[in-house]
């Protein structure tokens, strides 16, 4: 009997100790969220998350807009340069953690933030959660 309870304890502490585990590491970062744009492996969430979220900014400052296709080209990689001259960025339209963190904080809060659905397709280490940094997309 006192075994089968010492058993159930360890199988519970293993269980936590992995969840613990996997839910850890660098402050915020996606790990296996890669990068987006020419060269790179793009998956389709990812290259979609990029265009819903760019195009969510582009509407609120009157740029126009590209379809929501979920396919990498040059499009794309135009509107991410885009975005990225206009904030400051090497404008080199990769989507790295540097512009998947503006995408992530400044796009549409329901795919995008720390929660929603791009979170876990776009790299990111989520520098701007705790700060606001003024740019020329206010």
């Known amino acids: 009997?006192?075994?089968k309870i010492a058993a159930k304890a360890g199988l519970a502490l293993g269980v936590a100790a992995l969840v613990v585990g996997a839910t850890g590491g660098p402050a915020g970062a996606v790990q296996g969220a890669g990068y987006?744009?020419?060269?790179y492996a793009n998956s389709g969430a990812g290259v979609w998350c990029a265009q819903h979220l760019v195009n969510d900014i582009a509407r609120k400052v009157g740029h126009p807009e590209i379809p929501?296709?979920?396919?990498?080209?040059?499009r794309t990689k135009a509107q991410i340069a885009w975005l990225q001259d206009?904030?400051?960025l090497k404008a080199d339209g990769i989507v790295g953690p540097d512009t998947g963190n503006w995408l992530l904080y400044s796009g549409s809060q329901y795919y995008g933030g720390k929660n929603g659905y791009c979170?876990?397709?776009l790299p990111s280490d989520w520098r701007l959660e705790?700060?606001?940094v003024p740019t020329n997309l206010d």
């Open 36 to 39: 987006v744009g020419d060269g």
């Open 68 to 74: 929501e296709d979920s396919t990498w080209g040059p």
């Open 130 to 132: 705790a700060m606001y």
């Open 119 to 121: 979170f876990w397709n």
């Open 1 to 3: 009997m006192l075994k």
């Open 86 to 88: 206009r904030l400051g």
